[in-house]
Nanobody
Framework: QVQLVESGGGLVQPGESLRLSCAASTFYSVISMAWYRQAPGKERELVAEIIRGTTLNYADSVKGRFTISRDNAKNTVYLQMNSLKVEDTAVYYC?????????WGQGAQVTVSS
């Protein structure tokens, strides 16, 4: 089993930055790590993912503003979010995928408001 704990959410103004962290109990057999988000009344959507530690994918809405990274020594994945917009407001979830199972964190609230 992979336990995931997110941190770093909060309330910021448009244009500001936040960094989310996702600490995993292990990276053993984890193929990909990803960040998803879910806004009120909307479906959960993929924000960014890192596959096998090298391949990076981003949602079009966050390209150029968000950066996903991974620190293997700390078993932690980060999501650096710059130039935040009101529409980035959501609960952000960390995801770890093994070949036969996907694990989720508890979520971190990010609110962008003036």
């Amino acid at each position: 089993q992979v336990q995931l704990v997110e941190s770093g959410g909060g309330l910021v103004q448009p244009g500001e930055s936040l960094r989310l962290s996702c600490a995993a109990s292990t990276f053993y057999s984890v193929i990909s790590m990803a960040w998803y988000r879910q806004a009120p009344g909307k479906e959960r959507e993929l924000v960014a993912e890192i596959i096998r530690g090298t391949t990076l994918n981003y949602a079009d809405s966050v390209k150029g503003r968000f950066t996903i990274s991974r620190d293997n020594a700390k078993n932690t994945v980060y999501l650096q979010m710059n130039s935040l917009k009101v529409e980035d407001t959501a609960v952000y979830y960390c995801d770890a995928s093994r070949p036969t199972h996907t694990y989720w964190g508890q979520g971190a609230q990010v609110t962008v408001s003036s």
